[in-house]
Every structure is written in C-alpha cells, then in structure tokens.
C-alpha cells in the first residue's frame, strides 16, 4: 500500500504529495509500533494459546486439537494472528515465538494426558523461519524431553510454500523430524505451490484440506471435485486426511461419505482458551462413556 500511495503522490504532485507522504508516515508509524509491541509481548505474557478440536467422525473422538496463537494486547485487544504472524516473520521474533507455542502447547498436552485424557495429539503450526534455523530439531527433540511427551503425540503442520522456500533443506529436516518420531501435516493443502513429484519426496502423514475449499463444497461442483480428489490422493498415497473448516452438517456429510474421517472446524468448536479446552474434552469423554458415537452435538 505504502508504493500505491508513492506512486500516487507523485502522479499528483503538489499539496497530495504531502498528503500521501503524511498518510505512509502514519502507516510507517503503525508498522514501528507494532514492532515494538511485538518485541514486548513475549515478555509480558500476551500471547495466549486457544486450542480447536480435531474429531474422528466414525468413532466420536476428539483425537487431537490444533494450536492457535493469540496476541491480547492491552490497548489493542486481542490481535488475530494475520495481523502479526508476517510481521514476526520480517522481524525473526517468530523464532522466540514459535519455540514458546511449541513448548506450551507440549506442556498443556502432557497436562491433559495425566488428566486422563490419552491418545490425544496437538497440531503446532510451524514458520518458514524455524524450518530454516540451524538446530530446530534439536529443539523440538529437547521441548518433548521437558515435557515428558511421546513424540507421536506431536503432529507440527507445515505449509507448501514454507517447505518450496527450500525443498532440498525441507525434506532433510522433515525426514529428522520423522526419525524423532513426531508426525507432520501439510497445512492448507492444495493452495500452495508444490508439485505430486514433491510430495512423494515428503514424509509427512497428514494431508490438510484447506477452509478454503471446504467452504462451498456443497454448492460448487469444482471445490466438491477437488476436495474428493485430495481424498482419494491420500487414501492412495496411505496418508491421513483431514479438513478444516468444516462449518455445517452438510460439510461434515459431504466430506463423510466421501472417506474424510477426521474433521476442524466451527461446526464442532470454535478455538477456545485451554480451560475451555478441558472443558469440552470432559464432556466429549462423558458422552462417550454414556454409549454415544456422536461428537460435539452431532447427531
Ligand atoms: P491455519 O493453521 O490454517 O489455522 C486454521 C485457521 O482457521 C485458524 O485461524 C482457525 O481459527 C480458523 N478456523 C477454524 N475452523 C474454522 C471454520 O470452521 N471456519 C472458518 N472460517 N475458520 C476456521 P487463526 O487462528 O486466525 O489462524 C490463522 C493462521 O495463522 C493459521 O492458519 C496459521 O497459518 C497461523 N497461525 C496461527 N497460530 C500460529 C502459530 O502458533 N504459529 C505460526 N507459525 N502460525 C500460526
Ligand atoms: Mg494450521
Ligand atoms: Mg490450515
Ligand atoms: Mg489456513
């Protein structure tokens, strides 16, 4: 936006000039003093974790939930995380950042598994800029020691544009990361830019469908071809498959009798803080035991 308005100023010249300049002055203001904030909330503890259920829809399971990193900011309130992801990844604080969601999000896991809620996992969003760091590996091999949790129960999502950023060193640490026994998801898969030649190269074990397909999947016959596609790529690939997104019962039956089993989404939950979170694996654990199959009010 701040080159539109060069351009436009200089287009205009004269008192717009001033204008435009006045104008990127003010969002080159914000930008620095997002910065700052930013470079201050770790600190300060501002950044929250809300957890999403992820569900088996066959048996009725919550058989995971996926980490989600929240900023409430004291003036700004809370700041959804494409407002400061990008700007974390300009500025390398995704690097703090994502080390502290990571041992967080292990940590509350291992909290709710000695609560007696096994066999579940935790889904950990990670950035381009952590795949690249020198010694990242290690570092999740050292938060699973600390947290006492078997790497399996670990699944980090990685997206197609991160692991093109530099496939050749995307596939080594994938294939370490796979040798510490943790499982990886493909994130928004279907949106990004690489190739079937790539992702047979990939040792993940999750392909995610991205939202973004799943929206109109009931109504647009291209999204409905491309999702059952993606389906039926894993099931041959013998990989799991699982939507996002997933908002109405039609969806979910859509995608159910199509061999997705597992489904996110809002229809099931929305992200919630992690004592909402236990709350809704308690109930999910009592309707089971009371004989039903039937997550989160589905019928
Ligand atoms: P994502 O990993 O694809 O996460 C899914 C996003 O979809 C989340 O948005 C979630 O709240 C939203 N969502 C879930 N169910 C539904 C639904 O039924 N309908 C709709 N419309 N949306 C749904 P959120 O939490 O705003 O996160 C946005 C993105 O920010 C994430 O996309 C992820 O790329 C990034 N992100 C979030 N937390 C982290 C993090 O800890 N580290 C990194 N590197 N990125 C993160
Ligand atoms: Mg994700
Ligand atoms: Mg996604
Ligand atoms: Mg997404």
Not at 67 to 79: D, F, N, S, T
Request: proline residues 3%.
């Amino acid at each position: 936006r701040a080159d539109i308005a060069m351009f436009r100023a200089k287009e205009l010249g004269g008192d717009n000039y001033k204008f435009y300049t006045h104008a990127m002055r003010e969002q080159l203001g914000e930008r620095v003093q997002m910065e700052n904030a930013l470079r201050q909330a770790l600190e300060r503890r501002e950044f929250v974790l809300y957890y999403q259920p992820q569900v088996d829809i066959g048996s009725g399971r919550i058989v995971g939930m996926e980490a989600l990193i929240r900023w409430q900011h004291p003036e700004m309130g809370m700041v959804a995380p494409g407002r400061f992801i990008p700007l974390a990844e300009e500025t390398g604080m995704i690097l703090p950042m994502g080390a502290w969601v990571l041992r967080s999000a292990c940590q509350q896991l291992r909290t709710w598994q000695s609560e007696g809620h096994r066999n579940l996992r935790v889904a950990v969003n990670v950035s381009a800029r952590q795949m690249a760091e020198q010694g990242f590996v290690g570092s999740v091999a050292d938060v699973l020691v600390e947290a006492g949790l078997d790497p399996t129960c670990l699944e980090l999502e990685l997206t197609e544009s991160l692991v093109m950023n530099d496939v050749e060193h995307a596939i080594v640490v994938m294939r370490q990361l796979k040798k510490l026994g943790v499982k990886l998801a493909i994130d928004d898969f279907g949106t990004g830019y690489s190739s079937l030649a790539h992702l047979k190269r990939f040792t993940v074990d999750v392909l995610k469908i991205d939202q973004a397909f799943v929206r109109d999947l009931t109504v647009d016959p291209d999204d409905a071809a491309i999702v059952t596609t993606i389906i039926a790529l894993a099931a041959n690939l013998n990989l799991q498959v699982i939507s996002e997104g997933v908002e109405t019962l039609e969806q979910l039956s859509f995608l159910r009798a199509h061999g997705c089993s597992q489904m996110q989404g809002y229809y099931f939950s929305r992200p919630v803080p992690a004592s909402a979170f236990g709350a809704v694996l308690d109930e999910n654990d009592a309707r089971l035991a009371a004989g039903s199959a039937a997550p989160l009010g589905v019928a």
